[in-house]
Every structure is written in C-alpha cells, then in structure tokens.
T-cell receptor
Framework: KNEVEQSPQNLTAQEGEFITINCSYS?????LHWLQQHPGGGIVSLFM???GKKKHGRLIATINIQEKHSSLHITASHPRDSAVYIC???????????FGTGTRLQVFP | GAGVSQSPSNKVTEKGKDVELRCDPI?????LYWYRQSLGQGLEFLIY????????KSGLPSDRFSAERTGGSVSTLTIQRTQQEDSAVYLC????????????????FGDGTRLSIL
C-alpha cells in the first residue's frame, strides 16, 4: 500500500465545475505539498501547508492532520487547469518528500 | 530566468552508455534534490544535497547512479552503463534550505530531463 494515496486517479470536468482532489497519507508528516505538473512535464508548487487551509486565486487547499487527509479544490475550473496534480508529504522521520501518483485532470470547454 | 534550470531537456542514448544530467538551482538556494519519474509512476526521491553536509544518497537505486554538487551550486547526476529501466524524467528541485522541521521553504522544480535508453 502506498504511503500517499490520491483520488481520483483521473478526473474530467466541464469548464466552470467545482473540482476536488483528495490525498490521504499514512506517515507522520511535517508538511504537505500540492504540486501541478503540466503536460510538458514542468512542475509548479501550488501550496505547502501543515495545518488548516490556504487559498490562492481559484485554488484552495485544506489539511486535517488528525485524519491524515488533504484536499485540493479548484473553483470555476478552466481548460488551462488541465494538468496532473500531485500530493507530496514531507516525512517527519526521514525528512524526505513522499509523492502520490497524481491525479490527471482534464477540463473541457 | 530565475528558476531551476536543467539540461539537456531530452536525452536519447544507447544501453550501456554513461549519461550526465545537469541541474542549475536558483541562486542562493542551499538545498538541492534529484527525483525520478518513471512512466506511469509517481515521483521517486534519489538524492539530496544541503549546503556543505554529506549528501543523502539513500534514494539512489544502484551504484551506477552518482551525483555531485560543485561549489554548492550546480549539480550533475551521472548514470553509468545505462539500462532500459533507467528511462524516466529526471527532475531537480532546490529550496532556500533543507525542507526539515526548522524550515518552511517550498521546493522549486526544474522542467526535467527526459531520458530514453534504447
């Protein structure tokens, strides 16, 4: 069983829809990252959080440390949001990032 | 630009050859990481440099893999006697300091080197 699990693996949406991507983890962490990987392969860090909630534009990330769960929400989705979204946790014990396998999002106009 | 720069962006080579991949981190970033993303797989940690400390090599998959970081800046990942299973995208990231308990610094990723072993 992977230490970081994401769901769904694939997601399609119509432009304007509200999107939620989930991440569950089984290790102790000091932080959690949400990353966006574009079709060309480049990776952008969207959020790093260790508690509560962060918002940037149409993106919202939440984390529940007790439940070992995080969600990434996209409001008013747009085709340019189409990408792979990766959850990564910073292991408290090893000080290394452990990655989920990603969620492939396609937003259609 | 001011981001993490990797070269080459693509590399195709024959099985058994050695390859060198380069990473130029963001100026002033003391921590540098190498990751690998194989087809259909998630990202996998390879090696981590932090300042002048000995690198954390615990993620290197075999002794054919090695990495150096000269002068605390540019890093080179070397794969000797390449095998087909080495085909992957190799990503480099840097941060202001190591992503540990005392740090709140995110990692900035390069665009990666797509390595294909024929």
């Amino acid at each position: 069983k992977n230490e970081v699990e994401q769901s769904p693996q694939n997601l399609t949406a119509q432009e304007g829809e509200f999107i939620t991507i989930n991440c569950s983890y089984s290790v102790g962490i000091s932080a959690l990252h949400w990353l966006q990987q574009h079709p060309g392969g480049g990776i952008v860090s969207l959020f790093m959080l260790s508690s509560g909630k962060k918002k940037h534009g149409r993106l919202i990330a939440t984390i529940n440390i007790q439940e070992k769960h995080s969600s990434l929400h996209i409001t008013a989705s747009h085709p340019r949001d189409s990408a792979v979204y990766i959850c990564a946790v910073l292991s408290y014990n090893t000080d290394k990032l452990i990655f989920g396998t990603g969620t492939r999002l396609q937003v259609f106009p | 630009g001011a981001g993490v720069s990797q070269s080459p962006s693509n590399k195709v080579t024959e099985k058994g050859k050695d390859v060198e991949l380069r990473c130029d981190p963001i100026s002033g970033h003391t921590a540098l990481y190498w990751y690998r993303q194989s087809l259909g797989q998630g990202l996998e940690f390879l090696i981590y440099f932090q300042g002048n400390s000995a690198p954390d090599k615990s993620g290197l998959p075999s002794d054919r893999f090695s990495a150096e970081r000269t002068g605390g800046s540019v890093s080179t990942l070397t794969i000797q006697r390449t095998q087909q299973e080495d085909s992957a995208v190799y990503l480099c990231a840097s941060s202001l300091e190591g992503s540990g308990l005392r740090s709140n610094q995110p990692q900035h990723f390069g665009d990666g080197t797509r390595l294909s072993i024929l």
